[in-house]
């Protein structure tokens, strides 16, 4: 396919114009902000502390608010948000130096900025004045003290800790269930309270972060080698689309294109990893509902995708292929070869699977109505990935925010509006068989031996993005005068796509929905905790 | 429903014959760094310079040094494969799980800029004066051990109860794990089973790096496993740390807050891998890792 032919292609799905590059400019200079050129496709803009949160309030609700966070600014701190918006490309990134330890809440005014304004307070220690719940948000079991991130002197992790598991609600006929950290079966640690009247779930109240690593802050001041290492190390399911978009954040910054043929060899990883991914959640899913034989023949797919990724690149989640500039080393040949073989294989098998889990009631059943998360809630939290397109957030880093080579594919975003189980489960289904065939158009062409640009690393900054399996996920680094890392911000879906997941628990469901809507989610706790 | 049951059945076997027949088909292309024959003082230097773990570490230099090997935080980055490819090979072996931390460890000397032993091996781990080898000279300590393997096997030979526990898990070990539990592997055909309760549980199956809020949580569940019980680190995270070793939010190796009786490495240990470090901690298998190549 030729790339007009994708392009007009992606355009027919996708919201809004596409091209009109200045939509974030035009953005910017509406609420008084002058914006200038960063990185390619970047907008920056600085901001006064005061009229900061204000600014980007009346920005966000024509936006998404991609992130928040805090970094050193010299010997102070300085907060930068950054936004994208349908039919616009690019990011802007919009900064504002701080002069106190406090800065005004964006929570009321935009509710998606909620958890990374709780995030910025317990690792920062600096407040945000004005937010309705500021509980801390991963810091359960630690002491208030110094804040973990921060490396400017000052500042404290908050006294008032998170939601405790053992009381929330009380009252008559009501009974709590504490689950976790510790959770059955071999499985990721996160604590969950869940508060039942009878049958019914009334509220879910999680409490995630009990593997909180400091990933980011382990790499400062190191070189953008070991930081590829930890970006790859954040999830091991994600572990290519992280790595990705953190090299991606480096070559940005650097000037750095990789050649057309590691361009394409990216993608081809990129939807493997999603295929696997997918594969896994499905298998849970059908585990979580009773359906063993489901469950076992998604396990056997996701194994047979795990053994390709290995022999393509020596690593079964393909840790280690990623290297800034492209590629670290050329994908196998023969595996190449045996995946174009058995792509026709996995569709048929894709698609017989998804036949019988679409006549089989009992799945159906269960996942129909089940932790249903509305458009207009969804929009709310600017949700992204499978999670957020179940909801018709129509979003996709490929579609509108295209990388490596996906500008040359054609990328159909599979939508759903009911927001339920099915719809979630259906979309992930959906995304299956795009993978399958952006594999096959990325297979075209893969093979170059000439997989790694060179390029000096100095100072600079930029953001990088992918879509990882559960959707947008954005790094930013800034380099030094080696070329080393000075901050790196990773922010994967996990941590946008976990904030629904106690409002859709609380859309009147069982307590004995609750393993369905948890799989139906498929999200990392690694991710988010990292 | 019967479509289902016919599906299954149409499927065939696909689980793998592992231990009892090698597994071309399953195995992963790198589960282990191995030190070749023709390591210099330059290309040790050199490979240790490029590891971002601490799994090699070079002292002295080219006239006068050594290099320590820790395959215990080996995350296989390939950063010495790269940098000194003569020096630094994959070995794609499954069978890399240990019984002692020591046999993940080796160490080699130069003096005058030529190797002192040359780094050849014969015996597991590399043997010869240059390996680790040394640090357990007690022959009560190991005949012992050998005694404990022993009523392990008798105890727990024919049918082991897991507990899995995650203290800080990138999710990658967990991935191999359920897979483990899914018909290409199938545990539960060699007496292995995943147990929900500790209570129920033989052994306790940790991944990840110990974090500062996990470590209440994983010191209380190995507590509630009912004594005799066997504890296996799986994944260099809970071997040293891996990535996250020296982290301001982590703790350090597993084995410095439990005692530890199997160690896998690999990053994450792939499930034959992960197989191979149970039915070792039962007794059923036998260490096979060699860290030096065989000349």
Not at chain 1, 114 to 142: F, Q, T
Not at chain 1, 339 to 347: D, H, I, N, S
Not at chain 1, 360 to 379: G, N
Not at chain 1, 496 to 519: K, M, Q, R
């Amino acid at each position: 396919m030729t790339r007009d032919v994708a392009r007009d292609r992606s355009l027919a799905s996708g919201p809004g114009v596409r091209g009109g590059e200045g939509r974030l400019h035009d953005l910017a200079l509406s609420v008084g902000l002058t914006p200038h050129p960063g990185a390619p496709g970047e907008l920056r803009a600085h901001c006064p502390a005061p009229t900061f949160a204000d600014a980007v309030a009346r920005m966000a609700a024509g936006a998404w608010l991609s992130d928040l966070f805090a970094s050193a600014e010299g010997e102070g701190m300085g907060l930068t948000a950054i936004l994208s918006m349908a039919g616009d490309p690019g990011w802007l990134l919009v900064s504002a130096p701080l002069g106190e330890d406090r800065f005004p809440s964006l929570t009321p005014r935009v509710h998606a900025a909620s958890w990374y304004e709780r995030e910025i307070a317990e690792m920062y220690g600096l407040e945000p004045v004005g937010h309705p719940a500021p509980a801390r948000l991963r810091l359960h079991d630690w002491p208030s003290g110094a804040p973990p991130m921060r490396t400017t002197p000052g500042g404290a992790v908050p006294a008032r800790p998170g939601p405790d598991l053992a009381s929330v609600v009380r009252g008559q006929g009501v009974v709590q269930l504490p689950l976790g950290p510790v959770r059955s079966g071999p499985q990721e640690s996160a604590g969950f309270l869940l508060v039942s009247g009878g049958e019914d779930l009334v509220m879910v109240v999680p409490r995630l972060g009990y593997k909180f690593r400091a990933v980011e802050r382990l790499a400062e001041r190191q070189t953008v080698e070991v930081g590829l290492t930890l970006a790859e190390r954040i999830a091991g399911v994600s572990a290519i689309s992280n790595g990705l978009a953190f090299a991606h954040a480096v070559e940005r910054a650097a000037g750095i294109v990789p050649p057309p043929g590691a361009r394409r060899a990216r993608v081809l990883l990129n939807e493997l990893e999603r295929l696997h991914h997918h594969l896994g959640a499905l298998s849970r899913l059908a585990e979580a509902t009773g359906l063993g034989v489901a469950g076992a023949q998604y396990a056997i797919l996701k194994e047979e995708v795990l053994r390709i990724c290995g022999r393509l690149t020596g690593h079964r989640y393909g840790r280690g292929i990623v290297a800034v500039g492209g590629l670290a080393s050329p994908l196998n040949r023969a595996a190449l070869a045996t995946l174009a073989t058995v792509l026709p294989a996995w569709r048929r098998r894709g698609r017989r699977l998804r036949d019988l889990l679409e006549d089989t009631t009992t799945f159906v059943d269960r996942l129909e109505t089940t932790a249903v998360l509305a458009p207009e809630q969804a929009r709310s939290y600017h949700l992204v990935g499978p999670v957020g397109r179940a909801s018709g957030v129509d979003r996709d880093a490929r579609r509108d925010h295209p990388y490596a080579a996906y500008a040359e594919m054609s990328v159909a975003v599979p939508l759903a509006v009911e927001g339920d189980a099915l719809a979630r489960a259906r979309v992930l289904l959906d995304e299956i068989e795009q993978s399958l065939t952006i594999v096959e158009q990325a297979l075209d062409g893969c093979d170059d031996r000439e997989v790694r640009a060179d390029g000096l690393l100095g100072p600079g900054s930029a953001v990088g993005w992918t879509e990882a399996p559960s959707g947008e996920c954005l790094h930013y680094v800034e380099l030094d005068d080696r070329g080393r890392l000075r901050r790196w911000r990773a922010r994967p879906p996990a941590c946008v796509a976990w904030h629904p997941f106690a409002h859709a628990c609380a859309s009147g469901n069982n307590l004995t929905d609750y393993p369905v809507i948890e799989a139906s989610f498929a999200l990392s706790h690694a991710e988010l905790d990292r | 429903m019967s479509r289902w049951i016919a599906l299954g059945l149409l499927t065939g076997r696909k689980t793998s014959r592992f231990p009892d027949a090698p597994d071309l088909e399953a195995e992963a292309p790198t589960t282990v760094t191995v030190i070749t024959s023709a390591l210099t003082p330059e290309l040790a230097i050199q490979g240790a310079e490029a590891c971002p773990t601490g799994a090699l570490v070079a002292t002295g230099d080219g006239e006068e040094g050594g290099l320590e090997v820790d395959l215990g935080q080996c995350i296989l980055c390939a950063g010495c494969i790269r940098a000194a490819p003569e020096a630094f090979r994959w070995g794609a072996e499954a069978e890399t799980a240990v019984r002692r931390r020591e046999r993940l460890r080796a160490s080699i000397a130069w003096r005058r800029g030529r190797m002192v032993v040359a780094p050849t091996a014969s015996a597991p781990n590399g043997g010869g004066e240059a390996v680790g080898e040394g640090r357990c000279p007690d022959d009560r300590l190991r005949r012992a051990a050998d005694e404990l393997h022993r009523r392990s096997r008798r105890l727990f030979g024919r049918s082991l109860h897991i507990r899995h526990i995650d203290v800080g898990s990138c999710d990658g070990c967990e991935s191999e794990l359920q897979l483990l539990a899914s018909p290409s592997y199938d545990l539960s055909r060699l007496g292995l089973f995943f147990t929900p309760s500790p209570r129920h549980a033989d052994a306790l199956l940790v991944t990840g790096v110990v974090t500062r809020q996990m470590e209440q949580p994983l010191l209380e569940t190995y507590r509630a496993l009912p004594e005799p019980k066997l504890v296996v680190a799986a994944g260099v995270c809970a071997l040293g740390g891996g990535s996250f070793a020296g982290g301001l939010a982590t703790r350090g190796p597993l084995d410095h807050l439990l005692p530890v009786d199997v160690y896998v490495p690999g990053c994450p240990p792939p499930p034959l891998t992960l197989l191979h470090g149970l039915l070792l901690a039962v007794g059923r298998a036998e260490e096979r890792l060699h860290i030096l190549e065989e000349r």
